[in-house]
């Protein structure tokens, strides 16, 4: 990577700690650590994103009857993620390093002061030499409530701390031109910020998670909006994160940084989508003001429609007249004021720019 890296959230898939019969790869996870070991001792800060506590649970216990699929996860995660974490612990030990765990759940970053709660927590660890290893709280965490998989966690932790760079591990070398699986497929090294490579990426999921290469590529680009670097790569090849780190030639799909300034409450707003209590549908003269060279609040005077029930600095979602969505942002009404001001041209902006994020 170019840039002098002072602090990186890694990413590691199931597929990466997971061997073909579905038993923790120790050998790996202690290789990795080592790595993670070598780049501390350069300098670098690492918050860690690992999968693998419901694959290491599902190996250790046999329900006495047919479980529905929450319910295995939740079993198998609350014994998975104390075996997980106990490898952690002993691996990074090893290299007089100390860890701790960071359990945290989709609810927990739609509220701004649970996130910087969240932030506080993991910032005070990275003072105090301690790595944390975060992961989902499956055993609370359900149907809705659920990340996509744990890319998405690891996109709303990277910009939660302001990291030079998210590393994302999984088996594969990163994006191809093609089938992965045919010899004339190649890895696409530089991810152009004009490149839609959607098309290029089957939307399979992996073997032992709940993601794939397609929500990979979406979260990569949304990141790399926030100015952060991206890299997709391959988790089991050899050095792969001290080689990363030292900008030697590896084969890998690179996303890289846009170089316009995100604020903090801006990555926020990013990827607060889910989050979102309502909508406020815009006109066609407000929607190409959005998107001009000037930057642009959302006033009533644009606004045609607004939907749901949200309190004053509540998500909201922004809806072209086509019923298009367009971005996300934070009300500055709760929804009954802001209905009663639709269409004036005297108040103030129903979304304020600063708090403002289109796709």
Partial sequence: MAKRLKRIAIKIGSNVLARRDGMLD???????????????ESGIDVVLISSGAVAAGRNEVRPAKRLDAVS???????????????????????????????????ENFGSRTHYLNQKNCMEVMLENGVIPIVNENDTVSVTELMFTDNDELSGLVAAMMNMDALIILSNV???????????????????GRQDDLSALISPGLSAFGRGGM?????????????????V????TRKDI????????????????????????????IAHSE????????IDGGAEKALYGEKA???????????????????????????????????????????VSLIGRRNARPMIHYDYLYLD
């Fill in 26 to 40: 120790l050998e790996r996870m202690s290789d990795l650590v080592a790595q993670i070991a070598a780049l501390r």
């Fill in 296 to 338: 642009t609040s959302i006033l009533f005077v644009g606004v045609r429609r607004i939907t749901g029930h949200f309190r004053k600095d509540d998500i909201v979602k922004i809806v072209s007249e086509e019923g298009i969505p367009l971005g996300v942002g934070r009300a500055g009404y709760d929804c009954e004021k802001a």
């Fill in 214 to 230: 397609l929500t990979k590529y979406h979260l990569a680009r949304k990141v790399a909006d926030e100015g952060i670097t991206v």
């Fill in 232 to 235: 997709i790569a391959n988790g």
């Fill in 173 to 191: 070398d990163g994006i191809f031109d093609g089938d992965p699986s045919l010899p004339a497929s190649r890895v696409i090294r530089d991810a």
């Fill in 72 to 106: 295995s996860r939740q079993l198998y995660s609350a014994v998975g993620q104390a075996i997980l974490i106990n490898h952690y612990s002993a691996f990074f030990r090893r290299h007089s390093l100390v860890c701790g765990q960071v359990l945290t759940s989709k």
């Fill in 274 to 281: 889910g989050f979102a209590k309502g909508e406020v549908h």
């Fill in 241 to 268: 994160l001290t080689d990363l780190a030292a900008d030697k030639d590896v084969v890998c799909t690179r996303f890289m940084p846009s170089e316009r300034p995100f604020s903090s409450i801006k990555k926020w």
